[in-house]
């Protein structure tokens, strides 16, 4: 499984406009509930109950929030760069620019595992992330992703 095959430039959203975390989870729902044809308050609220275990805030910038839900039938992968970073409730600290939204049938078992492995082990390299919050757009930060999974 590769990441750049969950992805295309229309589930990247390059300048996402928000001023908090759940203003932030609130719009990817809204995003991801008119592609998926879900209802966006049946995804915010998968989203809020994950949280509600531990933030998904991974540090560095970065946070991969994620849920398995019940009327979904195959993964569903969005990348999110936001215009100014919030807080998250990351170990560190750091406030998020960065975030992978990651849904996941109800019955994925192993398949949500290694999606959400594969987005932290892209997340994890510092030179990557960097090139994420440099790149102009949709179509560049998905070119960045294929190529940082082709190396």
């Not at 300048?15 to 609130?26: M, R």
């Not at 990348?79 to 019955?107: C, H, K, Q, Y």
């Not at 930060?141 to 190396?151: C, D, F, K, V």
């Amino acid at each position: 499984m590769l990441i750049s095959d969950l992805l295309s430039p229309q589930t990247i959203i390059s300048d996402l406009k928000a001023t908090s975390k759940i203003q932030a989870l609130q719009e990817i729902s809204s995003y991801a509930a008119a592609q998926l044809n879900l209802e966006d308050r049946t995804i915010l609220d998968a989203l809020l109950e994950r949280e509600r275990l531990g933030s998904t805030g991974v540090g560095n910038g970065v946070a991969v929030p994620h849920a398995k839900m019940v009327d979904l039938d195959k993964l569903y992968l969005l990348f999110i760069r936001l215009s100014t970073p919030v807080a998250f409730d990351a170990p560190d600290g750091r406030p998020v620019d960065l975030m992978f939204l990651l849904l996941t049938p109800e019955n994925a078992g192993g398949d949500h595992l290694t999606a959400l492995a594969k987005v932290s082990r892209l997340l994890r390299d510092e030179k990557f992330c960097s090139l994420l919050r440099g790149s102009d757009g949709a179509e560049a930060i998905y070119s960045a992703i294929l190529e940082s999974e082709q190396n």
